[in-house]
Every structure is written in structure tokens, then in C-alpha cells.
Nanobody, 124 residues
Framework: QVQLVESGGGLVQAGGSLRLSCAAS????????VGWFRQAPGKEREFVAAISWSGGNTYYADSVKGRFTISRDNAKNTVYLQMNSLKPEDTDVYYC?????????????????WGQGNQVTVSS
């Protein structure tokens, strides 16, 4: 079992930056692919980014490509999401999630474990 806790969110003006962290506890964290999703009230959960077990492959939603960067440090049991050039439409609760499998990482149902979420608010 893996437990995930997100941190690093907050309020930022448009054009600013934030770094989200996903701290993991449990066994063999390095065996899991990790994704970031976001969700606003009344909206569907949206894929943001994902990273493979080794960190050698990364995936991004078109809406964040070129602005967000996902990375992981397995020695620290932590995955990061660096968010630059933030826009008001990036305002959401952000969740990290872990999966034992590398297929269909853009689909939320793929993931086995989820964090509690962390609020990001971008003012116009």
C-alpha cells in the first residue's frame, strides 16, 4: 500500500509559479508510475501529467505542455510538479496518484492510490 500527501499549493497571480510535492509512504514507491490530476467543483477530473517508474518517460496534457514539468526523486519518495506561467484556468484542486501499471496513465481509473488533494488558485 502507498499513502500520498500533496503540498505546495496556494494563491498566486497569473504568470507566477508554484511547485507541488507529492510525498509517499509505503513499500516500493519506485515501482509505481505517478500522475497528477486536477478537479474543480462540477467538473470532471482532468489529467495533467504523469511519470514512469524510472522517471525516464513523462506525459503532459496539451493544456499544460511547455508550462508544467513533472519529476520524481525515488530516494526521497517524492514526485514534483513545477508549474510556471500559471493561468486562471489552472485554478483547481490538484491530486497525485500512483499506479503499478504504465498503460493508460491519462485515465484516472488506472490509478490505485490517491492523495487528499491540494488547492491551487490563480488570480487574474
Amino acid at each position: 500500500q502507498v499513502q500520498l500527501v500533496e503540498s505546495g499549493g496556494g494563491l498566486v497571480q497569473a504568470g507566477g509559479s508554484l511547485r507541488l510535492s507529492c510525498a509517499a509512504s509505503g513499500r516500493t514507491f519506485s515501482s509505481y508510475a505517478v500522475g497528477w490530476f486536477r478537479q474543480a467543483p462540477g467538473k470532471e477530473r482532468e489529467f495533467v501529467a504523469a511519470i514512469s517508474w524510472s522517471g525516464g518517460n513523462t506525459y503532459y496534457a496539451d493544456s499544460v505542455k511547455g508550462r508544467f514539468t513533472i519529476s520524481r526523486d525515488n530516494a526521497k519518495n517524492t514526485v514534483y510538479l513545477q508549474m510556471n506561467s500559471l493561468k486562471p484556468e489552472d485554478t483547481d484542486v490538484y491530486y497525485c496518484a500512483a499506479s503499478l501499471y504504465i498503460e493508460y496513465l491519462r485515465i484516472s481509473a488506472t490509478y490505485d492510490y490517491w492523495g487528499q488533494g491540494n488547492q491551487v488558485t490563480v488570480s487574474s
